[in-house]
């Protein structure tokens, strides 16, 4: 698999779960998604780095991990900006601004810093699992 491959399946996947993980908070009655599109971001991207790993036979190089890092922050800040233009920066009835653009953008770029803390460290987590299964499996054929 390419990191352009991880990068499709991964925008692919986390567009899906963003959407099913709506509905399904929605009909539960819950007022905040947030959990949600966190469990939706670490599920996609665990998915799709160890899918990386097991059609590779081998884990990121550091260059393959940096840009893979960056890329899925990329991905996951482009969704949230669409997320959050759909969800209030503009009335849809009215047409006029619901939320102020600059403390949008505030909040945008703090949780793009959270977000780019969250897909490096599970990145390196899923890295890690890919190792132990892979020692486990060297030990035990």
């Not at 849809?92 to 949780?111: D, R």
């Amino acid at each position: 698999m390419t990191l352009r491959g991880l990068l499709c399946r991964f925008a692919a996947a986390y567009l899906v779960l963003l959407v099913v993980v709506a509905v399904v908070l929605n009909l539960a009655g819950a007022s905040s998604h947030t959990s949600g599109n966190v469990a939706a971001l670490l599920a996609a991207l665990t998915w799709v780095c160890m899918d990386f790993a097991k059609k590779n036979g081998r884990y990121f190089t550091p260059d393959e991990k940096k840009r893979a890092i960056v890329g899925m922050l990329v991905i996951d800040m482009a969704m949230q900006a669409a997320v959050t233009a759909a969800a209030g920066l503009f009335s849809i009835s009215s047409g006029e601004p619901v939320l102020a653009l600059g403390p949008t953008m505030l909040v945008l770029l703090f949780v793009g810093v959270l977000h780019a803390l969250v897909i490096w460290f599970f990145v390196g987590f899923a890295g890690k699992q890919h190792a132990a299964a892979e020692a486990r499996r060297n030990k035990t054929g």
